[in-house]
């Protein structure tokens, strides 16, 4: 069983954002395999269903970025999900935006819902699936950015990365390689 997680912001004003890169990649998960994220637990909403065979859960916490640990820890303990199992899907400012990257384990860098995971599980040793959304612009708080919306003229090719990284996510539930790294 793996247990898929898409970090974000709960709330109709964050929908949008760039920090909500992980539930909009998931959203393309669930709506390939219509798998229906809905059912409140674990500090979230999960989904049930299989991908490429497999058992998934999908998983979108509604701790809000800061906390996101605590809903996976609860998801994890309950499905008793070891961490490499687990594939969280975040945005990355140290990324440019149209470049996806994946790995297997590794550290949060300046992302505080990665750090909320990675304290949570006490471990970095788990895949993560991460969508560039950088640089910040000169001038801007990191937070003021990464909360403010993806732009119009941004949304085709981010909706692509969104996309592929929905593949990346297929291609490791299925025994695969990345076919991207980093």
Known sequence: MF???????????????????????????SQRHRIAIGKAKFKGEYGKGNI???????LRPHTYMNLSG????????????????????YDDIDIA???IRARDSGGP?????????????????FPRVRIGC????????IADYVLSDIPNDSREQMFDM????ATQVEKKIAGGAWTVKG
């Open 97 to 99: 935006v149209g470049v």
């Open 52 to 58: 490429n065979g497999q058992e998934v859960i999908l």
């Open 162 to 165: 969104f996309v592929e990284a």
């Open 70 to 89: 605590d809903s996976v820890r609860a998801a994890t303990d309950f499905f008793k999900i070891s961490p490499d199992q687990i594939i969280v899907i």
């Open 134 to 141: 950088g640089p910040v612009p000169e001038h801007w708080d």
């Open 3 to 29: 247990l898929v997680v898409g970090l974000g912001n709960p709330g109709s004003k964050y929908t949008y954002n760039w920090h909500n890169c992980g539930f909009m990649a998931l959203e393309v998960l």
């Open 109 to 125: 860098g300046t992302h505080n819902g990665m750090k909320s995971v990675v304290a949570a599980l006490g471990t970095q040793a």
